[in-house]
């Protein structure tokens, strides 16, 4: 079966740290850009960041920079969110997503079910 699986959200409190998987089955990552994404209750969803197939650009948002790293490791077929210094406004569900290309510039075709994360005192 085709898939992205996310895992690894939880519940932890503002300063915590989280680490997100995102692993393929039945086709390999390395020739897709993979991006993620959060979506809050009541809004709509954002980019959070996304890496190239070669792990070579990395790009996030303003919201994260410094806080969050992503990662890929294509041997394992998974690409990995580090989220450090977590906020309340981090609370949401997040997704991975491959682009239809080898870079983040096109579109996302195909998402994984979301892994929710809950940051809270």
């Known amino acids: 079966q085709t898939q992205l699986v996310e895992s690894g959200g939880g519940v932890v409190q503002p300063g915590g740290s989280l680490r997100l998987s995102c692993v393929a089955s039945?086709?390999?990552?390395?020739?897709?850009?993979i991006g993620w994404f959060r979506q809050a209750p009541g809004k709509e969803r954002e980019g959070v960041s996304c890496?190239?197939?070669?792990?070579?650009?990395?790009n996030y948002a303003d919201s994260v920079k410094g806080r969050f790293t992503i990662s890929r490791d294509n041997a394992k077929n998974t690409v990995y969110l580090q989220m450090n210094a977590l906020l309340p406004e981090d609370t949401a569900v997040y997704y991975c997503?491959?682009?239809?290309?080898?870079?983040?510039?096109?579109?996302?075709?195909?998402w994984g079910q979301g892994t929710q994360v809950i940051v809270s005192s």
């Open positions: 997503a491959a682009n239809i290309r080898t870079s983040c510039n096109g579109d996302f075709h195909f």
């Open positions: 039945g086709f390999t990552l390395d020739y897709y850009g």
């Open positions: 890496i190239s197939s070669s792990g070579g650009d990395t």
